[in-house]
């Protein structure tokens, strides 16, 4: 395992200004967290209510009322809080910190005399404390408030938030552990172990890092613990569908360290990942670090979409067996894409092997992105590759696909996941190693950083990902001898490096990342490669996609609409004999590459709507298809849409 850890550079030191990213960016902070703040606050009347102030003022004693949502509803304030902090760290504003500190002293009130912080909890179930952790998502929620409020801490300086989780921390501390008198279970969500990581980090109190490594070491030992809760004569489901448990849902069928394939829940799985590869790191565990590495292979080869999705079946939104990768009725919720990409980052820091972060860009620019319509203001939980509107029908194998976004969901989880993802956008551009910079993605911004005692002012220029040349502008205050690590993504073509107008021959790489090591002073270096649109077949073995095949450019999966392309596209063939044509169109989605192919369509003139089967010659016409981002499907009008096209051999 590597001797140090690169790490992300400060939200403060980098101000993206992209012409692809920035409009995501702009809305967080003008739209989207404004918008949540409403919903959250139930000021949406057509949005699905949150109940999320409402069960903190009612906790804190400001009015009168019963408990109100889901038992995890808790954790929307504390994402959205979190979402806050690293657009405070980025983008000083006072007004939306005054705002967050009163929502910050609500949590404070509500918070018990013992640290104990949970609405549920307090009002609805105050002698339920530690009783059903398999269902009652008391430590996920206590792991999101906690990763809030060290972004809140690190973003403003203030102690407010921190002391409350701290307290917090410590009434689980007093809970959870070892020792005989203490309780041996762990979460039935987990989360919770990677923010006591981050809760480490800020303090120094090593019993966070204890306690989260005890979570982690304990889950899957012996008796399941969740089965041993249901075996009580007190115990209660909270969700129906929690009766006839069993353990591979929560990944605790297993010590992890034992666990070769990505089962269960998918977001349980990819949050406890994180955990492991934070606490392989800090405790210098191969073993650890080698399931994390088992872990992400057979995940990412065997259970993940071509956007980035994963979790494969509707059915308790999990992972099912290898290459079962169905495209209209797959879950692949956003928060798992989501978690994905925070895995992949971990893995990429500790290892330093850009392929990780090839996973990571294709997740944030396909399936994370397509999570949030263009104005911020409505949501995908769900993300398929194929829609057909009419047969998404409730009481089916389809019924949690949605045909267009919606303004909330009575489980919120992914919307302001997705707003402290696209706030925290900035940490996975650039790590840093010593006197090593890395270069992750292909984002225009301005940065500063510090190497040794010397401070780099850096430009990065682009129009990736619909053009593919960089330009990198260095100044330092003063000459330095140091390293800059720029990824080689898997899909360039004739990747070449120009360092002041001298094109570089021979470019050390290592681990994907080509290696410039000199003395900068005041230094330009240009990058361009080739990556143009093209077919991608999947494994034969998948078999929802043999005969098929998806466009991509770049880290970009392309899709069909209907509007487009008329409907039943099921009836279109790519012709991938004949050359994709691109197009940039900056009338359409704000600006967007398109692109354009040959291909052949069903004709149904020979049939009347009264037949089903009949003995016929298939009649083909000739046709191009408009295909665009898939990030991008369902922001102009519902309809039918398509990833994976049939191939005309």
Known sequence: MSLEKARSLPLSTVHIQDSFWSRYIRLVKDDIIPYQWDVLNDRVPEAMKSYCIHNFRVAAGDMTGAFRGEVFQDTDVAKWLEAVAYTLEAYPDEGLEALADDIIELIERAQGDDGYLNTYFTLKEPNGRWLNLMEGHELYTAGHMIEAAVAYYQATGKRRFLDVVIRLADAIDEQFGPEENKCHGYPGHQEIELALVKLYHVTKEKKYLNLAKYLIDVRGVGKNYFLQEEERPTFKHIFPDFKDYDPVYSQSHLPVIMQNEAVGHSVRAVYMYCAMADLAYETNDEV????????????????????????????????????????????????????????????????????????????????????????????????????????????????????????????????????????????????????????????????????????????LETKFPFENEIELNIKANKCKRASIYI?????????????????????????????????????????????????????????????????????????????????????????????????????????????????????????????????????????????????????????????????HM
């Open 288 to 459: 650890l670090m080698n399931a994390c590495t088992r872990l992400w292979n057979n995940m990412v080869n065997k259970r993940m979409y071509i956007t980035g999705g994963i979790g494969s079946s509707g059915i308790l939104e999990r992972f099912t067996t290898d290459y079962d990768l169905p495209n209209d009725e797959n879950y692949s919720e956003t928060c798992a894409s989501i978690g994905l990409a925070l895995f992949g980052k971990r893995l990429a820091e500790i290892t330093k092997d850009a392929s990780y972060m090839d996973v990571v860009e294709r997740a944030l620019y396909n399936t994370v992105l397509a999570g949030i319509a263009a104005d911020g203001r409505s949501f995908f939980y769900v993300n398929p590759l194929e829609v057909w509107p009419d047969n998404c029908m409730l009481g089916t194998s389809k019924e949690h696909i949605r045909a267009v976004r919606q303004k909330w969901f009575s489980v919120a989880c992914c919307p302001t996941n997705i707003s402290r993802t696209l706030a925290s956008l900035g940490q996975y551009i650039y790590f840093q190693e010593n006197d090593k910079l890395y270069i992750n993605l292909f984002i225009s911004n301005k940065t500063k950083v510090t190497l040794g005692d010397t401070e780099l002012d850096i430009t």
């Open 487 to 647: 990824r080689v993504p898997n899909y360039a073509e004739n990747f070449h490096i120009w360092v002041n107008k001298k094109r570089n021959e021979e470019i050390p790489i290592e681990k994907g990342y080509v290696v410039i090591e000199k003395e900068f002073c005041e230094d330009k270096l240009e990058i361009v490669f080739e990556a143009p649109a093209r077919y991608v077949r999947a494994n034969p073995k998948v078999r929802a996609d043999a005969g098929k095949t998806a466009i991509v450019k770049g880290p970009l999966v392309y899709c069909l609409e209907e509007m487009d392309n008329g409907d039943n596209l099921a009836a279109i063939y790519a012709d991938t004999s004949q050359k994709l044509l691109e197009s940039y169109d900056k009338e359409l989605l704000n600006g967007t590459l398109v692109v354009y192919g040959k291909g052949k369509r069903l004709k149904d003139t020979k049939w009347h709507d009264d037949e089903l089967y009949k003995t016929i010659e298939p009649e083909l016409e000739d046709m191009t298809f408009k295909a665009i981002p898939y990030c991008f499907w369902c922001n102009r009008q519902p309809g039918e849409m398509m990833v994976w096209l049939k191939e």
